[in-house]
């Protein structure tokens, strides 16, 4: 299959602005012509020159001639006859040969010359087995291999070429989705790719240090100019490279933080907005490709609609990636042991640490994270672990992580099927020994209210009520009086006010399950309406951020992975009109009725970095004079 025309120029154009001779068609495939020109022939002639030449960016048409013939000679036409197309693979085995006998002329001022040799190939060789034949691949692995071995300054240049072997051709025109067939031929060429990037790993052991760069910048990104462009292939693209892991795992770490690093970046791109609901029906079969695009592969439509559908493309794309990096980790969960299952949450861990926790309006990607930790109950004290250490340490910890740490621990205990309400209550009384301990020492001092000064105190309250909002039920199971054992009035009613600040959903929620256990809060509430602060509020609306990690998850495609352990929002259920509603001013009921604890879904806030050990930190339960003055 012969390249596009601005893909086939990718090369070329470097060395000369105009346009290369072609062979006559009466020519093409001349052996003859081809031998003389060969890029043996081409370093023998060119050997004390050449390499100049390349640096200067000189112009010459002896290597372009070359490389069309070369352009030429694997292009396979439709109406190839099988003898036609064994004299066509016989002639591309003999050049192979001449590259290799060529090798020997090379030095690194050939550097140029063979990154664009390689270029060219990249775009022009077909991996699978339906166009390229297993004597071509053998002739192509003598060659690299000769020149890895002669040349390690050639490693990055090959490994580039190799990782092409990843990718999928563009869609066909008019086809929104790839066939069975096309997916089989990529697999089959994937496959070849793999093969010689292993060879090329046990030949030079230092290119693992170039791969994950080499790998980056081969991942395809969407750009606006991009025709080819569709959201099938990044996730195709990740899952072959998630294969080499299966040969090198020295790799994991650098690779599965490149691919986490795009996953990040297509996740920030899209708006919640642009992904449909559980409730809304699906267009199409399947809804992969909700788009329409025209003859040359471009989206169809006005400048509103195609922004519209750029993003629909992007959130496709997102679900896509997730889909297949979900069932990586389910299938690498089922086969190792429990050292090696440790090991990958290590990695994942440290990615997250390093990356997830700190990106702005990441939406999805952390659910990486919750779904290797429902693999396993150790991997989730771990979790919990690493969150409430970063919690508690406030001296070497900034208060912006620690907040953030904070709404990942409520909303991995609020969302989460799989964790025992034990470990829920150990973390509640975590949180609760922390809110004591700062009532102990900032309220005596408090002349003020004061939200950026103790807005990590703040975010412990409100991220406490937002747990017990959603567990009250199994948390009221092992003590009828948890409330009062974990003293919740002195909490509320102190000077502090966490009212004010905490989100009204969440208030709205908590206050009526305090009422069915006969703790009235109503009058807090209503001279909330005439508190004053004094400083400008920058967190929310209301103040403490309504940040909430592990909100619903509504990528249609990778949903499955995480909806048979998610907890969806069930309010309380009162037979009667609460105090909170009757007492409260109507323009608080009036607020409160517009939105449900669906309204505290909103994007990530803060950019944060550190590292960070991890272990299990809940100790074993306290009395209740711990939570007293």
């Known amino acids: 299959m012969m390249a596009s025309p601005q893909m086939m120029s990718k090369g070329r154009v470097l060395l000369t602005q105009s346009t290369p001779s072609t062979m006559p068609s009466s020519q093409k495939g001349n052996t003859n012509s081809f031998r003389s020109n060969s890029f043996q022939n081409l370093i023998e002639e060119h050997k004390n020159v050449f390499g100049v030449l390349m640096k200067e960016n000189a112009s010459n048409a002896r290597f372009n001639e070359y490389l069309s013939q070369l352009n030429e000679l694997f ?67 003598k060659f690299i291999i000769t020149l890895l071995s002669a040349h390690n300054w050639t490693s990055s240049i090959i490994i580039r070429f190799l990782l092409s072997s990843f990718l999928i051709q563009p869609l066909s025109s008019g086809n929104s989705r790839y066939s069975p067939k096309e997916l089989e031929d990529q697999r089959s060429g994937a496959k070849r790719g793999h093969s010689l990037l292993k060879l090329v790993f046990e030949i030079a052991p230092s290119s693992l240090n170039l791969f994950k760069l080499e790998f980056s910048q081969m991942y395809p990104i969407y750009r606006n100019s991009n025709r080819e ?32 690093e795009e996953v990040l970046k297509t996740d920030v791109f899209i708006r919640l907005e642009d992904v449909p609901d559980d409730d809304e029906e699906a267009d199409g079969e399947e809804c992969l490709f909700p788009v329409e695009l025209d003859q040359d592969g471009m989206i169809l439509g006005n400048a509103a609609s195609l922004n519209n559908r750029k993003m629909t493309l992007r959130a496709t794309e997102l679900d896509l990636l997730m889909s297949v990096l979900f069932k990586w980790i389910e299938n690498q969960m089922s086969c190792l042991d429990t050292e090696g299952q440790l090991n990958l949450f290590g990695i994942f861990l440290e990615i997250f640490d390093r990356m997830i926790i700190q990106t702005k309006q990441s939406k999805y990607t952390q659910f990486l994270l919750w779904f290797l930790t429902q693999k396993n109950p150790n991997l989730v004290d771990h979790f919990l672990g690493y969150l409430t250490n970063v919690v508690q340490d406030f001296q070497t910890m900034s208060s912006g992580k620690r907040q953030v740490s904070s709404c990942y621990v409520a909303s991995f205990l609020a969302r989460s099927t799989f964790i025992p309400i034990e470990s829920i209550e150990k973390c509640i009384i975590i949180f609760m020994d922390q809110i004591h301990k700062y009532l102990d020492k900032f309220q005596e001092s408090l002349n003020y209210l004061e939200y950026e000064k103790h807005s990590m105190f703040y975010t412990m309250v409100q991220s406490t009520l937002y747990i017990i909002c959603f567990h009250h039920n199994n948390l009221a199971d092992l003590n009828p009086d948890y409330l009062n054992y974990f003293d919740i009035q002195r909490i509320i009613r102190s000077a502090f006010n966490p009212f004010k600040f905490c989100l009204p959903e969440i208030v709205k929620e908590f206050t009526k399950i305090c009422e069915k256990s006969g703790i009235n809060f109503v009058d807090i509430v209503a001279s909330n309406d005439r508190v004053v602060v004094t400083t400008k509020m920058k967190a929310g609306a209301h103040g403490v951020d309504g940040y909430f990690p592990f909100d619903p998850y509504l990528l249609e495609e990778s949903s499955p992975y995480i909806t048979p352990y998610y907890r969806k929002w069930q309010p309380e259920d009162l037979d009667a009109e609460s105090d909170y509603e009757s007492e409260a001013s109507s323009s608080q009921v009036e607020d409160l009725e517009d939105g449900s604890f669906k309204a505290m879904s909103i994007t990530p806030k803060y950019r944060l970095s550190s590292s960070y050990g991890f272990s299990l930190s809940p100790s074993d339960l306290s009395p209740v004079n711990r939570f007293k003055v």
């Open 75 to 141: 292009d396979q036409e439709e109406e190839e006859t099988s003898i036609q197309n064994r004299e066509r693979e016989k002639r591309i085995v003999e050049e192979f040969a001449n590259m290799e006998r060529g090798v020997g002329s090379l030095n690194e001022n050939s550097k140029r010359l063979v990154s664009l040799l390689f270029e060219e190939l990249e775009e022009m060789f077909c991996w699978n087995e339906s166009k390229s034949s297993d004597s071509v691949i053998i002739s192509l692995q």
């Open 229 to 260: 462009w569709n959201p099938f292939m990044p996730s195709i693209y990740v899952e072959n490279g998630l294969g080499v892991l299966n040969y090198e795992s020295r790799l994991a770490q650098n690779l599965l933080s490149s691919i986490i």
